[in-house]
């Protein structure tokens, strides 16, 4: 492209895009030349930064520049100016020649570098070095290059994560419904997708409601096919657990289970098979049953008993198991309940006052359940009678108490098939024995209130015209007041339920508000008490719970802080006793661990080998400290290995004192045992040896002695006669006399 081919515009325009197209051009080889070291850095911009290297038909004349191009070539040739100043003369020695550089390019004239002069000022090097035309270009290509390199990098890690988004997006499953909330108007697919997830817990309930929607869906339903095979699976579940239902309840809990089956299922002829089957087998086994039954009444045990076999030949299973045990037992149960009605019967014979209980307490015994308690219904009203009557004469004879005793055995649910003054009697026996119940609580019940009124109702029912009125009345009155009081007992015990200071206070004034003419002033004195108490307890809870706070580090200080703060508590609070059991505890803690470094003294002396002095140790501890009893097993484990090792050191002197005696060194033997001390294990064998031991040796001496006479009597003798028939001979050797045991000297054995 050449000048005259550009477009006709302003022609400073044009020659500025010329002259900077020139020093690019020029620049670019100048600062390659420069980074492979050819050519100083600093001096680039020298031969390219001014418009002295531009060819002359490139440089544009002064008076067609644009003011800023003015300023900017001023500024130049000030600073080429500067930098060609000498920078420092003693840099440079004088006898050193400056050289200059000269760059040889094409067509440029040959330039001297400036010598070298003084240095300008830091700053005006710094500034300097911040203005190069070279640097910030490099730094500007640089940030350009990195903008693009950084641009592609993020095009493409966007265009990879917007693909591997869409993949996701692509392969990912739709979310399942969520059933908990799903309405009338929600999508068939998504009804029927909750319908089979309920339907997986196999619940009765669950599976109607599964069936009943497939159910409702016609022949041309998107999804009809799909519904026809989970209806066939979902009602199969259904006639399973009809069936489990049969064996377990019978046929009408069954039947109600299989008619959840509609009739467009696949599985509904098969259903109505089954229940036309399971009708029959139930026909068959009621069947069996009424004659049992029918048998039992008529106390046929053995056709009872044959009608259990032929049970067990049903094909139900229901028959086959539950009835025919219940008719097993039901068998045993009335055969029972006759045998106690016989009995009865029996002693109630002549009907005195002995046999009417007897009879009465047996029949008392037979189970409702049975068929013999309905035969057993009119001996009893009949009895009950009879012993009213003499409950009665009994009355009018003044023995009140044994009437009403004798009353309160007759069953009081006979009273409406009894007349006269004998139910009158049944009715205020039975109040007086609902009200001397002996209640299993202290704080009123909802037992103790329904006794009272059941004793209030049965006493009001005495008509006025009976001899029991008055009484009646007097004691009618008297559980008025009671009821009265129960309630306003069981009100302050609701009150002192909440368990507040406050609340226990108001329910203990509240059985305080009894008069002590109450029935129930006792009771309620009681209940005031243990309020008082509780309130108590919440009093000194807090000091109590600081005490336990203290003596939770478990130091013997804080231990005896943890006793000094219980001991605050007054003794004659509630909380004293567990208070005094706390310091109990504490005590003996302290006690242990003021006794524990002892005894583990002890303890280290006995393995040292050393017991005589550990067990002196441990006899530190007195007997009435927490560790006494640890001390003392420690204390006879040690004796008994000091007995053994006693045992042991008398057994070795034994030992060589009874091999002396084998020896015939009896005198080293009894000393060697006289060695054994008085309070050693082996004193007594030791002794016992000893004197056997002396008796040997008496008995040897004393034979010795017997032989040294009888030898002494024959010498003397022998030198009578000799004396007499000759003299010995001149230089005759006298006989050596007989030897004895060479005498020992005894030496005390040393102290253990």
Same mark, same amino acid.
Request: proline share 7%; net charge positive; hydrophobic share 40%.
């Given at each position: 492209m050449t000048r005259d081919s550009l477009p006709p515009r302003d022609s400073a325009h044009r020659d500025a895009f010329y002259i900077n197209g020139f020093r690019s051009t020029v620049r670019q080889p100048l600062q390659d030349r420069a980074e492979s070291r050819m050519l100083p850095t600093g001096r680039v911009e020298e031969w390219v930064g001014g418009d002295r290297l531009l060819p002359s038909a490139f440089q544009v004349p002064?008076?067609?520049?644009?003011?800023?191009?003015?300023?900017?070539?001023?500024?130049?040739?000030?600073?080429? $100016?500067?930098?060609?100043?000498?920078?420092?003369?003693?840099?440079?020695?004088?006898?050193?020649?400056?050289?200059? $550089?000269?760059?040889?390019?094409?067509?440029?004239?040959?330039?001297?570098?400036?010598?070298?002069?003084?240095?300008?000022?830091? &700053?005006?090097?710094?500034?300097?070095?911040?203005?190069?035309?070279?640097?910030?270009?490099?730094?500007?290509?640089?940030?350009?290059?990195?903008?693009?390199?950084?641009l592609w990098v993020l095009t493409f890690c966007g265009l990879a994560g917007l693909g591997i988004k869409s993949l996701e997006w692509l392969t990912r499953l739709p979310e399942p419904p969520n059933c908990a909330k799903i309405?009338?108007?929600?999508? +068939?697919?998504?009804?029927?997708?909750?319908?089979?997830?309920?339907?997986?817990?196999?619940?009765?309930?669950?599976? $109607? *409601?599964?069936?009943?929607?497939?159910?409702?869906?016609?022949a041309d339903h998107p999804l009809y096919r799909e519904g026809q095979s989970l209806l066939a699976e979902w009602s199969a579940q259904i006639l399973d657990a009809a069936e489990a239902r049969l064996e377990s309840s019978g046929v009408q809990e069954a039947l109600s289970v299989v008619r959840h089956i509609p009739p467009n299922s696949p599985l509904y002829a098969e259903a109505q098979a089954a229940i036309a089957q399971w009708q029959a087998q139930w026909q068959q086994g009621e069947a069996i049953w009424n004659k049992a039954q029918e048998a039992l009444r008529n106390q046929d045990w053995n056709l009872a008993a044959e009608q259990v076999t032929v049970l067990g030949q049903v094909e139900s299973e229901y028959w086959r198991t539950h009835r025919m045990e219940a008719l097993t037992r039901q068998i045993l149960q009335e055969q029972t309940a006759h045998k106690l009605l016989t009995q009865a019967q029996q002693a109630a014979g002549d009907q005195?006052?002995?046999?009417?209980?007897?009879?009465?307490?047996?029949?008392?015994?037979?189970?409702?359940?049975?068929?013999?308690?309905?035969?057993?219904?009119?001996? !009893?009203?009949?009895?009950?009678?009879?012993? !009213? +009557?003499?409950?009665?004469?009994?009355?009018? %004879?003044?023995?009140?108490?044994?009437?009403?005793?004798?009353?309160?055995?007759?069953?009081?649910?006979?009273?409406?098939?009894?007349?006269?003054?004998?139910?009158?009697?049944?009715?205020?026996?039975? %109040?007086?024995?609902?009200?001397?119940?002996?209640?299993?609580?202290?704080?009123?019940?909802?037992?103790?209130?329904?006794?009272?009124?059941?004793?209030?109702?049965?006493?009001?029912?005495?008509?006025?015209?009976?001899?029991?009125?008055?009484?009646?009345?007097?004691?009618?009155?008297?559980?008025?007041?009671?009821?009265? +009081?129960?309630?306003?007992?069981?009100?302050?015990?609701?009150?002192?339920?909440?368990?507040?200071?406050?609340?226990?206070?108001?329910?203990?004034?509240? *059985?305080?508000?009894?008069?002590?003419?109450?029935?129930?002033?006792?009771?309620?004195?009681?209940?005031? *008490?243990?309020?008082?108490?509780?309130?108590?307890?919440?009093? +000194?809870?807090?000091?109590?719970?600081?005490?336990?706070?203290?003596?939770?580090?478990?130091?013997?200080?804080?231990?005896?802080?943890?006793?000094?703060?219980?001991?605050?508590?007054?003794?004659?609070? %509630?909380?004293?006793?567990?208070?005094?059991?706390?310091?109990?505890?504490?005590?003996?803690?302290?006690?242990? &661990?003021?006794?524990?470094?002892?005894?583990?003294?002890?303890?280290?002396?006995?393995?040292?080998?050393?017991?005589s002095r550990a067990i002196r140790t441990a006899e530190k501890i007195g007997r009435n400290r927490t560790l006494h009893a640890e001390a003392q097993a420690a204390i006879q484990t040690w004796n008994a290995k000091l007995e053994e090792v006693r045992i042991a050191e008398d057994r070795k002197h034994l030992d060589e004192a009874r091999a002396l005696a084998a020896r015939v060194r009896l005198s080293q033997a009894i000393d060697t045992a006289a060695q054994i001390a008085r309070d050693r294990p082996l004193y007594a064998e030791a002794q016992a040896a000893i004197a056997q031991w002396r008796a040997q040796r008496d008995e040897i001496l004393g034979s010795r002695r017997a032989q040294e006479a009888e030898a002494t009597n024959s010498e003397a003798t022998r030198d009578e006669a000799?004396?007499?028939?000759?003299?010995?001979?001149?230089?005759?050797?006298?006989?050596?006399? #007989?030897?004895?045991?060479?005498?020992?000297? #005894?030496?005390?054995?040393?102290? #253990?």
């Open positions: 002064a008076g067609r520049l644009t003011p800023r191009q003015r300023a900017r070539r001023a500024r130049k040739a000030s600073l080429a $100016t500067a930098a060609s100043r000498p920078t420092s003369r003693s840099a440079t020695s004088p006898t050193t020649k400056t050289r200059s $550089t000269v760059l040889v390019s094409p067509g440029l004239p040959r330039q001297r570098r400036p010598r070298r002069g003084r240095s300008p000022s830091p &700053l005006h090097g710094f500034w300097q070095w911040l203005n190069r035309p070279v640097a910030w270009q490099r730094y500007r290509q640089l940030g350009r290059s990195l903008a693009w390199s950084l309405t009338f108007a929600a999508a +068939d697919a998504e009804r029927l997708f909750c319908a089979r997830e309920a339907a997986k817990s196999g619940h009765l309930a669950d599976l $109607t *409601a599964a069936v009943n929607l497939v159910a409702a869906w016609p005195t006052l002995a046999n009417l209980q007897a009879a009465i307490a047996l029949v008392q015994q037979i189970d409702p359940q049975t068929l013999a308690w309905e035969t057993a219904q009119a001996d !009893l009203q009949a009895w009950s009678g009879a012993l !009213l +009557d003499l409950a009665l004469r009994q009355w009018q %004879a003044g023995d009140r108490s044994g009437a009403l005793a004798l009353a309160q055995q007759v069953p009081p649910d006979l009273v409406n098939h009894l007349t006269g003054e004998g139910q009158n009697l049944l009715r205020l026996a039975h %109040a007086q024995r609902l009200i001397a119940e002996p209640a299993t609580q202290w704080l009123p019940s909802l037992r103790q209130v329904w006794s009272v009124r059941e004793a209030i109702a049965a006493l009001s029912e005495i008509p006025a015209s009976s001899t029991f009125y008055a009484i009646a009345q007097t004691e009618l009155n008297t559980q008025h007041a009671v009821l009265e +009081d129960l309630r306003q007992l069981q009100t302050a015990g609701l009150v002192a339920s909440l368990g507040q200071r406050t609340t226990l206070d108001w329910a203990s004034r509240l *059985a305080q508000q009894i008069a002590p003419d109450r029935p129930r002033r006792l009771q309620a004195q009681t209940l005031a *008490a243990h309020w008082q108490q509780e309130t108590q307890r919440i009093q +000194d809870m807090p000091q109590f719970l600081q005490a336990q706070a203290l003596a939770e580090p478990g130091h013997i200080a804080d231990l005896q802080a943890a006793i000094a703060a219980a001991r605050q508590i007054p003794r004659d609070r %509630a909380l004293w006793t567990e208070a005094e059991q706390a310091i109990a505890t504490w005590s003996r803690q302290i006690q242990t &661990l003021e006794d524990r470094p002892i005894l583990e003294e002890a303890t280290r002396i006995a393995q040292s080998g050393d017991l000799a004396r007499t028939d000759y003299a010995p001979a001149e230089g005759a050797i006298a006989p050596e006399p #007989y030897p004895s045991e060479p005498a020992y000297v #005894y030496e005390a054995p040393p102290p #253990y």
